[in-house]
Structure formats: structure tokens, C-alpha cells
DNA sequence: TGGGGATTT
């Protein structure tokens, strides 16, 4: 291992004890930490010794040191960008900080974040520290799951959530303080929020600049301004603050420790092998402390297991034992779990991970870390003027991720990162990845827009999305009917938005409605809609899966098949007990995961339906055809008829020639038309998720649909 | 005839 050898000072930013305004140092006007005054700190009683140790372990947190001037800041100006590195304690300590000084009025404090995992454990950490229980003064609300009541006054929540909830309070006016966290990782909802906040900001607080602004002028609704703070863990911090007017930006330090960081000398094209070399290396010449390997996906990931246990079982009887786990989303939970088991006397711990344990979870006792600079990332392609599609590639990482990997070896002391890439390579990386908004569909976002009473191209965003994904996007919800000709939200359109669905299933879900199957087409487009796949096989096993599976097989296709699933399912979780559920599940190849995710959708899809006075008890019986009908209405962009040579489909919306996937239920019938879920890329371009329809189906959409065809 | 990075309402 060729080493260039330099201390970890990727974050080329300022650093500065305590707090710095704009990058001057902050010397002269840094306060001592005291508690604050203002509102109380909740129910405790005070004097827990668990409390007190909180209370020390808070004013020990490096943003402590700038309480004060932060306080000062936010209460003199609308918007304030806060810059904090790793450990600062930024994201538990600011909303304290407003809480306690009173100066964010009434309201609530939002936290939003991009995961639930954060919201959740945040919450409860916060809540401890102020004494009380999870659900009082402090809450969260993420999807399915919502611990707050009428005390909450800090309320961690999915960034998701509070988008959603600015269809029914367009100004957010329950909100006293909205800290948008995590800002420098630009999802879709993030970015959504940044826009929508300037508009409510002008709205609330009034239209003169947003900046130093002691007093809150005379405004329509000067009676509930509101506090608006970016968090950034990255330098992204001056295009947030350059947003805003110009706002300032405050930085505070984090507290990391040093991580030494390796490149090699040459390129490593079979990362596998030079992975498992230098872990070997680490395991024979340094001292003991876990390892963590970063890989692009779960392929690499268990050929790596094997290849480590088989070289483990002939180490030397004196050499410490080494442990491997496993770790990407789809594992099941309880060996997920094993990554934060203690491990036994004298063996070391290595984790073989994706990029979930880049940002989603922080596992402890991590001392090196090896990263072969690679991840999958869906592309979408395009393809001329047609429908695109996606493919899921393994691609370089970018330079913010190399430090974020590096960074998981210094969370409790001295780490080593060794890198599978020179630092040609490095400084080559792309600094961050494209915000998310300019790489996903905007069909979603678009319509929740309109309900808004906003259009999507003419909005303020911190980066604006392609004019074709824009183009595309409109044209969907055209398609759909969520809206008219000139461009204007119809009713329907409306209520598609109020499901937490995709538009283009949402509108299946109401064609059901109208074709009286509206029980069966929500119980497929939950499963549809449940983050992971419903036959999700094993790479050794998949003719015995689809043996197994062939019970549910409906002629029709995928979409029934999945019905038919879902339905087996529910009677046995009618009766049996949740080990036996379990159990039922790994016999048939069916991923529980999905199964019990489905049902929460369901659930919600059904009530969404009773707001809206919509019945969904509607049932089409046996006959599967109303129910096909309905997903043809949604999935309309998603068609394809059968070519001369009767094996390939043609897109009826697009250029590109597909072939159903040999997955698929009906993968060896000859059929005339298809709809489809998706496409993916591989070899050939596939259809998944395909039901067979009548090709009379495509014979009705109407005249001035087609006329809008490009 | 074949391959599931990570999120979220």
C-alpha cells in the first residue's frame, strides 16, 4: 500500500472555535455559554444525576461555545445559514437553544430531515436531555408514525412530512422556527422546502429584504413571522446564503478526529480482490479495531463474505478471529442487527457495507475503512423523444462521499482510511452529486405545485431542473388528466395529489373508484408503491422461487399475480402468529418486508379515500378486467403493442423496443399489448412488472390525447 | 430469458 499520507483536511472550509460569521474569526464577540432564560426546559423535575450529566455533556458540545451569538443572530435576522461539521451538535442543540430563549414565539420548531431513522432517534435524544418524555415538548412525525401532542414545541420530522403538509397550511403557520438540516444532501423535498420557504418568508414576515432585520415591519400577518435556518455540513453554505439575499452564515466546528488517509499507487480495476488484500494487510500488521468496507452493491458484497471467511479459517491460532457482516438495505432486520453487537474477545469486526453506512446509519468502533470509491446510482436515460428509462450502474463516487466514508474511521478516536483509488482519482471526483432535483421525475412535485397554485417553471430554485424533465413532467399529468389543456390543476388532479402516491397511480386509484374495483387496484398499487420488491429472489435460487410462486400466477399478468399474493398473505396473517407469518413468507419467496409495508399503504390509501368521501370498498369480484383497465388508465405512458416478429413490444408513447422480463408472469405468453411499471436496462431494455391488455383499450384514449403525442 | 445503490409522502 503506496501511501501519500496526509492528515484528513478534506473540508477545505474555515474552522474556527465556536462560531465565525461569515468566515471572520469570532474572538472578540463569542459569549460564555449560560442557560438561557425564556421558555422552560419542560416537565423535569430536575436533579436526576442522568439529567445533569446531559446537561454537561451539552455545554461540552463545540456549539455551546457560540450559544449566545447564535441566539443573537437568529433573533435579529429572518434567515441565518448555519455551516456545521460532523459533531458540532448542531442538529440537537439549535432548536434548543431557540426553544429556551424564547425568541422563535409560540409556535413549534420544525428539524426536518431527510431520513426517519434521524427524526426518530434525534427526537428521543432531545427529548431526554430536557427531562422530559418523547411526545411532551419534544416530538417527531414521520410517515406511519407521529409522537407529538398538543405540548410538542420541537418537532423532528421527514422533510417529506412537512412538504406534505404544506397542501393544507400553505404558510406553514403552526411554525414558529423551520430548521431545514442536512440541506447540503439536496433532495427533491429539501430543495421543494428552500423554494417554498422564500415565498412564505415574504408572505409572513413581509417583502422588504430578508436580511438583518430587527423589527418585524407592519405585514398582512405580522402577527406569526418566521425563523428560517439552512444547516449545511458542506461549503454548499454560500449558494444557500446567496438564496436568501445574502444572508450570513455562521460556522461552528465539529468534533472529529484525525483520520489518516492512504491512496494507492495505481488504479485497482478488481476492487473485490484489492479489498480483501488490504483488509488482510490491516489484520496482520495493525493493532486491533473494527473495519468497514464500502462496496457498491450486494453482488460484491457477499462474494467478498465468502472470499474473507475462507482466508479467516486459515489464519494462524494466534491471530485474532475476524467477524464479518453483511450490511445493505435489503437484508433482513435481524441481520442488520448484528452490526451493533458487541464483538467477542479477540476478534475483529468487519462490515461490508453499500453507501447506507455512509449516511443512514453510524455504526461504533470503527478504526479503518476501506473504500473501493465506487457506488450504484440509477441513471435515467433518455431515449430521442420517447419515454427514458433507468439503469443502475456502478459509478466513481464523488469527493464529498470519499470524505464522508473517511470520516466513519474518526468517530471515537485516531482512524485510518485507506483509499482503492489513487489521488489522481480523488481530485478527479465530481464534488457532489447533482441535486436530486435535476436527476429524478418531477411529475410529483409538479402537481403538488400546482395545488399550490404555483407552477414549477417559473419557481425560484436553488438549481433548476432540465426543461425537458420539466416538459415531461407536464405533459404526465396532462396525460393523466390532473390537468387541462392550458395547463391549469382540474379536480381530478387534486385529488390524485391528496394520496401519497405517484400521480400516475394515484389516477389508476381513482379510475378504480369509477370502474368499481377499487378494493383490488389499492391493494396492488400498495405493493407497487412499498419501497422494496414483492419476489425478490436469491441468486441460487430462483427456479425454485418461481416453482413456489407459481401458485399465485394470474393470467393476466404481474399486477394480479401480486394480488393474488397479497391476498394469500392476508389470510394467513389473519390467523398465524407473527413467527409463523415469518415463516410462510420465506417458504413462498415472498419479502415480508414489502408485505407489511403494503398493508400500512393500504391503510392510508383507504383512509386518504375517506377524507375525500371517496368509497373504496368497491369490488370487482373474480373479473380481473376492470381492474386491468384502471392500472391501463395510469400506467397509459407505460404501454407498448407487440411487433411483427412477436416477441418485442414497441413503446405506443415512444420509440424504444422492449421485451417483457423473463420474470414475469406472463414472460412466455403471446399477447397483444402490455402496460408496464417500469423499464430497466440491461442487456435488452425490460418491461417489469407487465399485465397483458386488449389492444381496444389503447383504440379509446381519446383523439386530443393523442394529438399532444411529440 | 434474467440481476434489487439510498431516500420519502
Known amino acids: 500500500m503506496d501511501a501519500s499520507d496526509e492528515e484528513q483536511d478534506d473540508r477545505k472550509g474555515p474552522k474556527v472555535n465556536g462560531l465565525a460569521v461569515n468566515g471572520a474569526h469570532a474572538n472578540g464577540w463569542i459569549q460564555k455559554s449560560k442557560r438561557g432564560g425564556g ?81 426518530t432517534s434525534l427526537a428521543a435524544r432531545v427529548a431526554a436531555e430536557q427531562g422530559t418524555t418523547l411526545g ?63 415565498t412564505i418568508l415574504k408572505k409572513r414576515n413581509g417583502d422588504g429584504p430578508l436580511k438583518n432585520k430587527d423589527k418585524g415591519k407592519a405585514t398582512a400577518m405580522s402577527g406569526n413571522p418566521v425563523k428560517v435556518i439552512i444547516m449545511s455540513a458542506t461549503l454548499d453554505a454560500e449558494k444557500f446564503s446567496k438564496f436568501y439575499d445574502d444572508c450570513k452564515i455562521l460556522y461552528v466546528k465539529g468534533r472529529q478526529h484525525p483520520v489518516k488517509i492512504y491512496h494507492t499507487a495505481e488504479g485497482q480495476p478488481d476492487y473485490v480482490d484489492a479489498t480483501l488484500r488490504t483488509l488482510f494487510q490491516i489484520h496482520v500488521d495493525q493493532p486491533p479495531g473494527d473495519v468497514l468496507i464500502f462496496l457498491p452493491g450486494q453482488e460484491d458484497i457477499e462474494s467478498l463474505h465468502k472470499s474473507i471467511q475462507l482466508y479467516a479459517s486459515r489464519l494462524p491460532l494466534d491471530k485474532m478471529a475476524v467477524l464479518t457482516c453483511p ?27 453499500t453507501n447506507i453506512a455512509e449516511t443512514s446509519i453510524t455504526i461504533p468502533g470503527i478504526k479503518y475503512v476501506i473504500d473501493t470509491g465506487k457506488h450504484k446510482e440509477k441513471r435515467h436515460l433518455a431515449h430521442d423523444t420517447g419515454s427514458g428509462f433507468d439503469a443502475l450502474l456502478t459509478r466513481d463516487i464523488t469527493k464529498s462521499s470519499a470524505m464522508q466514508r473517511a470520516g466513519r474511521a474518526g468517530r471515537e478516536g485516531k482512524g485510518f482510511c ?8 480523488f481530485e478527479a471526483m465530481a464534488v457532489s452529486s447533482e441535486p436530486e432535483i435535476r436527476r429524478t421525475s418531477l411529475t410529483s412535485a409538479a402537481l403538488q405545485l400546482k395545488c399550490l397554485g404555483e407552477d414549477i417553471e417559473d419557481l425560484d430554485f436553488l438549481d433548476r431542473p432540465d426543461l425537458e424533465s420539466i416538459i415531461s413532467a407536464l ?44 378494493l383490488e387496484v389499492i391493494d396492488i398499487v400498495s405493493v407497487l408503491s412499498s419501497t422494496s420488491k414483492l419476489f425478490f429472489d436469491i441468486s441460487d435460487e430462483r427456479e425454485v422461487a418461481a416453482e413456489v410462486r407459481r401458485k399465485f400466477r394470474h393470467r393476466s399478468g404481474d399486477h394480479m399475480t401480486i394480488l393474488n399474493a397479497l391476498r394469500s398473505y392476508q389470510d394467513v ?55 386491468t383497465k384502471s392500472l391501463f388508465r395510469g400506467l397509459v405512458l407505460h404501454s407498448a403493442l407487440l411487433q411483427p416478429d412477436g416477441t418485442t413490444f414497441k413503446q405506443v408513447y415512444g420509440r424504444s423496443v422492449i421485451k417483457i422480463h423473463p420474470g414475469s408472469a406472463i414472460a412466455d405468453q403471446k399477447v397483444p399489448a402490455i402496460i408496464y411499471d417500469e423499464l430497466v436496462y440491461t442487456n435488452h431494455i425490460y418491461a417489469r412488472g407487465v399485465s397483458a391488455i386488449p389492444k381496444a383499450f389503447l383504440a379509446e384514449i381519446s383523439t386530443h390525447i393523442k394529438s399532444q403525442i411529440a
Open 475 to 518: 405533459k404526465t399529468l396532462y396525460f393523466l388528466n390532473a390537468v387541462d389543456k392550458s395547463n391549469r390543476i382540474t379536480d381530478a388532479g387534486r385529488s390524485m395529489a391528496a394520496f401519497p402516491l405517484e400521480p400516475n397511480l394515484a389516477c389508476a386509484v381513482l379510475e378504480a373508484v369509477k370502474n368499481g374495483c377499487a
Open 418 to 425: 485507506f483509499r482503492l483509488y489513487t489521488e489522481e482519482a
Open 136 to 198: 411532551g415538548l419534544v416530538g417527531y412525525s414521520v410517515r406511519f408514525d407521529e409522537v407529538a401532542g398538543p405540548d410538542t414545541r420541537i418537532k423532528y420530522m421527514t422533510d417529506g412530512m412537512l412538504v406534505r403538509e404544506l397542501l393544507s397550511d400553505p404558510l406553514l403557520t403552526r411554525y414558529s422556527a423551520i430548521i431545514v438540516d442536512e440541506a447540503h444532501e439536496r433532495t427533491l423535498r429539501t430543495d421543494l422546502l428552500i423554494t417554498k420557504l422564500k
Open 39 to 119: 421558555a422552560s426546559s419542560g416537565s423535569s423535575v430536575g436533579g436526576s444525576s442522568k439529567l445533569r450529566e446531559l446537561q454537561a455533556q451539552r455545554r461540552r458540545l463545540p456549539i455551546a461555545q457560540g450559544r449566545e451569538a447564535l441566539i443573537e443572530q437568529i433573533r435579529n435576522n429572518d434567515v441565518t445559514v448555519l455551516l456545521g461539521e460532523t459533531g458540532s451538535g448542531k442538529t440537537t442543540q439549535v432548536p434548543q437553544y431557540i426553544l429556551e430563549s424564547g425568541i422563535a414565539g409560540p409556535g413549534i420548531i420544525a428539524v426536518t430531515q431527510p431520513r426517519r431513522v434521524a427524526a
Open 327 to 353: 450490511m445493505f438495505a435489503a437484508l433482513p432486520p435481524a441481520q442488520q442487527a448484528k452490526i451493533f453487537q458487541t464483538t467477542p474477545p479477540n476478534t475483529r469486526k468487519c462490515i461490508l457495507a
Open 573 to 627: 396473517a389473519a390467523t398465524e402468529s407473527k413467527a409463523a407469518r415469518k415463516e410462510w413468507c420465506r417458504k413462498q419467496y415472498l419479502n415480508e418486508r414489502t408485505l407489511l409495508e403494503a398493508v400500512k399503504i393500504r391503510d392510508q390509501l383507504r383512509a386518504t379515500c375517506e377524507k375525500m368521501s371517496i368509497g373504496w370498498q368497491s369490488s370487482a369480484q373474480d373479473d380481473e378486467r376492470p381492474v
